[in-house]
C-alpha cells in the first residue's frame, strides 16, 4: 500500500488542500506528527477530518515507535500529516528513506513551508542560507551551534530564518524519572526572548553577530488573517509585542538588494507606526 | 478593500487550500496570473471555483495593465491567483510593492512552491541557490546567464533548481505586426531539450558546468499522482523520456551529503530500472 506523507500548511486546518482531504478520507490510520512543529495553538485538525481518529506522533513516536507506521504502511493506507511541507525537515526525509528501504510506496502532498512563506517579508527567498532552530536556554544548557550557522549564513551574504522553539507534551524531570504521564502547559519561544538569548552568546562570543543594530525581520503567525511582519534592528524589535505564538526571526543579511529594501522600509514603517500607537 | 495574493499550489485545481477557496467565494474579480508559470496542462481552476469568471492576467497585463486590477482593490475584493506560492517571484513581489504604495491593504494565502517541494528530490531545500529559468532558445537568441549563475552556485557549493520555458499565448511574429490576436500552440521545454541547451553553452564557454558527467536530478509533474523524479549524470538522463510536461532539472554540487546521496542512489537506480524496462 502507501504511505503519504501530507503536508498541512502553516497555520489551522484551513490550509490543507482539497489533494490532502481527499487522501485523508480514504486512508485507513491517520497520524500528526506533533514534534518538529504544530500548528497554531487555536488549530483544530479534527474539524475538517470528520469522524476521522487521529493518532499523535510526537517526538518519542518519531524516534522510537515508527517502525509501525511503516509496517502497518505495508498493507494499509497510511497518512502521516506533517505541518507545513513534508520534506524540508531531516526529520522527514530520513523516514522516507526507511520507508524506501522497506519498499513502501511513498506519495508527498505539498503544502505551503515557512520556506517559502517568508518571502512574505519581501526577501528573497534563495537568498537565505541554513535555517537554524534557537532552543530554550536553561540554566545548564545554552548551545551556541545555531550562532555559528548564523554567522557562517552572513558570510556567505545570506539571511538566516531562526524558528522559534516550541514545548508541548514536556515532562518536568521529576515526572519523568517517576515515569509519571504528566506534561507541563506548553511554552512558545517568543520573538524578545530569541534576541535575549542572542545577546546572551554574542556577549560570550563577541563575533558580531547579533548586536542591537543587526537588521531583522519579526514575523508572528504567518499566513494567518492576524499576522504580524515588522522589521527593524534587533533592538527595535526587542521592544514590540509581537503577541500570540508562533513567531520567527530572520537575522538579516546587511546588504540588502534593492526591493528587500523597500520592503524593509514598509515593514520598519509599520514597526515605528505600532510602537507609537501603544505609547499614546 | 483587500488585494489577495492566493497560491494554487503546484499542479491542479485539487492544490488549493480550503481558506483560499473560502476567500475566492466571497471575492468580486478573479485574476489568473498566466505569466510566470501555469499549473499542468490538464489542471482545470474553473473546476473548484464553481459559477465564477477568472480573468486571464497575462504577460502583457502584469506589465501593463496591472493598474486596474489594483485601481479595483481600492473598493472591491479582488484575487489574483498564482501557481505556487504567490510571493516567490520577483513579479509579485513588485506588484505588492505598488499595492502598499497605493495604500490597498494586501493578504497572501500561502501554498505549495517548487522552491520547498523540490526537498522531494531529498536534496536539502536550504543547500540551494539562486533558482535559474531555462529559456527556449532560437537561432537568434541564445542567452547565457543562467548558465553563469549555476556556476556562482556551485562555486558556493549550491545547488540549482532550473525551472523551464513554457510559451503559452505566444504570437508569430506575423501576427503580432498585424496585432492579430492568434496564439501558437503552447510548449513546455522539456529535459533533454533543456540539457542540449546547456550543451550549447558549454561548448562555447568550456567551464565545466554542465558536463555529460554532471550530477543532476530531473523532476516532471511534481506533486502529481504521477510524478517522476529521477537522478544521474546529464548523460544519462538526456536519453530518458519523462512524458508530459512540466518538467524541471536540477543541477547538483558535487558534494552531496549523505543523505543527499541515498536519495541521489535511489532515484539513479530507478532511472537504471525504467531505462532497462524500455530497452527490453
Known amino acids: 500500500m502507501v504511505l503519504y506523507f501530507i503536508g498541512i500548511g502553516l497555520c489551522d486546518e484551513k490550509d490543507i488542500t482539497l489533494r490532502g482531504l481527499e487522501v485523508i478520507e480514504s486512508a485507513d490510520k491517520i497520524y500528526l506528527e506533533s514534534y518538529t512543529a504544530i500548528l497554531s495553538p487555536n488549530a483544530n485538525i479534527e474539524k475538517v477530518l470528520g469522524k476521522k481518529t487521529i493518532i499523535e506522533a510526537d517526538r518519542k513516536f518519531i524516534e522510537e515507535g515508527s517502525d509501525i507506521m511503516l509496517d502497518e504502511a505495508t498493507n494499509q493506507q497510511v497518512v502521516l500529516l506533517v505541518v507545513g511541507d513534508p520534506l524540508c525537515a531531516t526529520t522527514h526525509s530520513d523516514l522516507m528513506l526507511r520507508a524506501y528501504e522497506k519498499n513502501i510506496q511513498v506519495e508527498i502532498i505539498h503544502n505551503a513551508s515557512i520556506i517559502s512563506a517568508i518571502g512574505a517579508t519581501g526577501l528573497q527567498v534563495y537568498k537565505f542560507g541554513e535555517t537554524v532552530s534557537i ?146
Open 135 to 280: 532552543p530554550f536556554f536553561d540554566n545548564n544548557w545554552q548551545p551556541e551551534s545555531f550562532y555559528d550557522k548564523v554567522k557562517l549564513n552572513m558570510k556567505q551574504g545570506l539571511h538566516t530564518l531562526c524558528l522559534l522553539d516550541i514545548k508541548v507534551k514536556e515532562q518536568s524531570l521529576d515526572n519523568m524519572m517517576r515515569n509519571l504521564p504528566i506534561f507541563e502547559s506548553p511554552r512558545y519561544m517568543n520573538i524578545n526572548q530569541a534576541i535575549k538569548q542572542l545577546y546572551i552568546i554574542e556577549k560570550k562570543r563577541n563575533e558580531r553577530v547579533a548586536l542591537p543594530s543587526t537588521l531583522a525581520f519579526g514575523v508572528a503567525r504567518i499566513g494567518s488573517k492576524n499576522q504580524l511582519i515588522l522589521a527593524g534592528t534587533l533592538e527595535q524589535l526587542s521592544s514590540v509585542d509581537f503577541g500570540e505564538p508562533l513567531h520567527s526571526l530572520v537575522l538579516c543579511h546587511p546588504e540588502l538588494h534593492l526591493i528587500e529594501k523597500k520592503f524593509f522600509e514598509i515593514a520598519n514603517k509599520r514597526m515605528i507606526d505600532q510602537l507609537e500607537a501603544r505609547s499614546v
